[in-house]
């Protein structure tokens, strides 16, 4: 007989969580002894779905953060009427939001396995005023009514044990990497054709264009690197609110000839492969998996030392240079390091693909289905 499991998300619009969520449903949706559902709140669908996936879609309208929380009774009816009537096992959610959901639809008498997944530190909400504070009560009310939670990084575990009394289950699983699928498109430029020349370094970055990833600090760091380096060029992959504000300050340090938005793109390993220097400068992390998908790609990795994620996938910087968050001139010093020491590049590339084999696919999603 065939496990009922559904996975409830928010959407499946570009971002790290969803990623994630894409390679779960293709995986457990090629084994027999599962039969998915997926509930998504938003119907943004920016990753591939396989066909034999039940999806249903919640809602199509956007809504404040307020009415978004205000509608948590509401919606958890919603998804404990649509488990009932499909006759679901086990529910696995992703990020905060779902997560009350999940734990409330069972309150609400659903007798599903609960699974809620965790994908940042919990403690950035002490920063966040009222709605933070919201968040903080929810998370101490309702988590350990679900039957297990899921971090995805030891740093992520630890920081929700500091600031809630846990008493249910808890495992740690680490992010999923496919690969053989980033190997498969590295090769391959699905998106804009952007011309990588031989004579020149690129220092690439992936993600949100941000407060939190505090993609300002790169900039002021390549600014004052390229000064004595006419061979440099930055390459940001991403969108986001502080874009147009990134564009205006390189035109305003006279780098804007330089710096490369290319916005979302669809294939980034393509990119990734074709650069010389990964940098991450991140406030905070749950599980960087732009940082491994770079490592897969054989880059050389830079990465903030922030909580948490990246001192677990470097070991230490036994697979890559740690910098204080920022720390522009620590973080200069490092990518110097990289850039122009002599230092067995080849090796340490080699090494890092090793360690990238600690998170493949095949390993991590059968952690996943032994808890399901």
Not at 144 to 159: L, W, Y
Not at 224 to 246: P, R, T, V, Y
Not at 332 to 350: A, G, P, S, V
Request: proline letters at 2%.
């Amino acid at each position: 007989m065939k496990n009922n499991v559904l996975i409830f998300c928010i959407s499946l619009q570009r971002g790290g969580a969803e990623r994630i969520i894409s390679l779960l449903l293709k995986e457990f949706a090629e084994d027999e002894n599962f039969s998915i559902h997926l509930v998504m709140m938003e119907g943004r669908i920016e990753y591939p779905i396989p066909s034999s996936v039940k999806i249903t879609i919640l809602s199509k309208s956007k809504k404040s953060a307020i009415r978004k929380l205000l509608e948590l009774p509401f919606v958890s009816w919603q998804l404990k009427n649509y488990i009932k009537e499909n006759s679901i096992d086990t529910v696995m959610s992703f990020l905060y939001r779902p997560n009350y959901i999940n734990i409330l639809s069972k309150i609400f008498t659903s007798k599903h396995k609960s699974i809620i997944n965790v994908r940042s530190t919990t403690s950035r909400y002490l920063k966040e005023g009222l709605l933070g504070k919201i968040n903080l009560f929810l998370i101490k009310t309702l988590f350990n009514r679900a039957d297990m939670i899921v971090s995805n990084s030891n740093g992520v575990d630890e920081d929700l044990k500091a600031l809630m009394q846990i008493t249910t289950d808890t495992k740690v699983i680490y992010n999923p990497v496919d690969i053989q699928f980033i190997d498969s498109k590295k090769g391959v430029c699905e998106d804009i054709e952007f011309d990588f020349k031989e004579d020149k370094k690129y220092i690439i970055s992936v993600g949100r264009l941000i407060p939190l990833k505090r993609n300002s600090d790169l900039l002021e760091a390549f600014y004052e690197l390229q000064k004595d380096d006419d061979s440099l060029e930055l390459i940001f992959l991403g969108e986001g609110i502080l874009k147009a504000d990134l564009i205006k300050k390189c035109e305003n340090i006279g780098i804007e000839n330089r710096v490369h938005f290319l916005g979302n793109v669809k294939n980034p390993f393509y990119y990734l492969n074709k650069s010389d220097l990964f940098v991450m400068n991140s406030q905070t992390e749950g599980f960087p998996n732009t940082l491994v998908e770079a490592m897969a790609c054989g880059l050389l990795v830079i990465s903030s030392d922030c909580k948490s994620g990246p001192r677990e996938i470097l070991l230490d910087e036994k697979y890559g240079l740690l910098y204080q968050v920022g720390n522009i001139k620590e973080l200069i010093q490092k990518m110097r390091y990289y850039l122009y020491e002599d230092i067995n590049r080849k090796k340490i590339k080699l090494n890092t693909r090793k360690r990238v084999e600690y998170f493949k696919i095949n390993k991590i999603i059968e952690e996943y289905k032994e808890i399901v």
